[in-house]
């Protein structure tokens, strides 16, 4: 005969076991209904990469799993080992950094496989966010290595968070009780416009000291843009002038394929050119990205959303000279863009003419045209950005500022103090 006390616990033993596979139900179904969510949202949900990048996700993009998931995409190795198992020993690795203009990409794309000694080198592609259709330009290129990486810290994958905009962020100016600095017009931040100068602070610090594929290369990075056009004797101009600077201009800290005034051609002369650097094909070994890292306080304190302002402004003149570029004296790359790189694609055209971009090249763009018997003509007191100049703002935020010195501490022992 079974007392009530036993009765009892069978009665609780069965409630519990019915509980739990309720529970376990429960857990199954949501599941199964949350995956095609999740698969809009990640676009790496299918694929398992092990994280080799020297470095810990930054904070405050942990709770974010786009940017998990983006950060460990960053370690998965170049593509097209297979086709180019080996790259050239006085290589010239190429960054391009890009944003969400497939069509001024296909035509970067396009003029990159027809460059002379591609073949040699590693392509890196910085992605300000991820864009499917980016992504998948990206993953067509089969002329060299392809290294792809993607900011984790890209205000187009934070919703409703910093760096993204957050639901209590100052939006206009005198707005009292909400959150944000403003700049010193006023104007509080507007995350796609700070986005330009992380994006390019976090590649740079990115491709110098976390990537395992460029972090020992002593060598120059060649940057470019998705809307920069080069011609077939860009690369091996862009050798030739790294080759010649020492010995060419021993004051130049960089080479360029273009001139500074990005309208310009260049002069058609026969002489090399010293100038200031220009935005448009600039390249730099290591030793000028330690003096540049080094100023990471004065990079990520300057009120301007530019990072080339803001080097021309305030990094450059802390160097305590001249900074030149050495380059050559007719172009061997083009800006052909119409519109900021975050003002979004402004219809089917993506502000380029009809959608087309008609750029002449002419034989002599075809082979190298630098000549290493030329002598260097020195273009001295420039128009542009010099020290003094205040910024144009949009960079007041004090997150931002914050942000920013991380992106030069994180692969250095994870100290936030960025100063020499």
Known sequence: METPWKKQRLKDTALCRLGILVAVTVSVVLMLVSLPRTALNNPFSDIDFAPKLNVSLLSVARGNPISVRLHKRNSSPPRNLDLYPN??????????????????????VESLSKVEGISETLLIVSHDGYFEE????????KFCQVKQIFSPY??????DSFP???????????????????????????????????????????????????????????????????????????????????AKCPDCFAANLAPSDVKSRGEGFDSLVAERMGNVGYSFNRSVWEKIRHKAREFCFFDDYNWDI????????????????????????????????????????DCMDNGVVNIEVKETDKVVNVKEEWGVRVFEHQPGYKAGFKGWGGWGDERDRRLCLDFATMYRFNSRDASP
Request: glycine fraction near 10%; charged fraction near 25%; proline fraction near 5%.
């Open 134 to 141: 980016m992504n998948k330009i990206v993953e067509s290129i």
């Open 310 to 349: 803001t080097m021309w402004a305030t990094v450059f003149p802390s160097f305590g000279s001249p900074v030149y570029t050495l380059r050559g004296p007719r172009t061997s790359a083009v800006h052909f863009g119409k519109c900021g790189l975050h003002q979004g694609r402004g219809g089917e055209g």
């Open 87 to 108: 790259l050239g020993k006085d290589r010239v690795v190429i960054v391009l950094y890009v944003h969400n203009r497939p069509q001024y990409l296909r035509v970067t």
């Open 164 to 246: 993204g905009t957050t639901a209590n962020d100052c939006k206009n100016k005198g707005d009292e009780d909400c959150q944000g600095d403003p700049d010193q017009y006023g104007n509080h931040r507007s995350p796609k416009i700070v986005s330009l100068k992380h994006h390019w602070w976090w590649m740079m610090n990115t491709v110098w000291d976390g990537l395992e594929e460029s972090r020992d290369h002593d060598g120059h990075l060649l940057f470019i843009e998705e809307d920069h056009f080069l011609f077939p004797n860009a690369y091996r101009n862009i050798q030739t002038l790294a080759s010649l600077k020492r």
């Open 154 to 159: 890209s205000p187009h994958i934070f919703r």
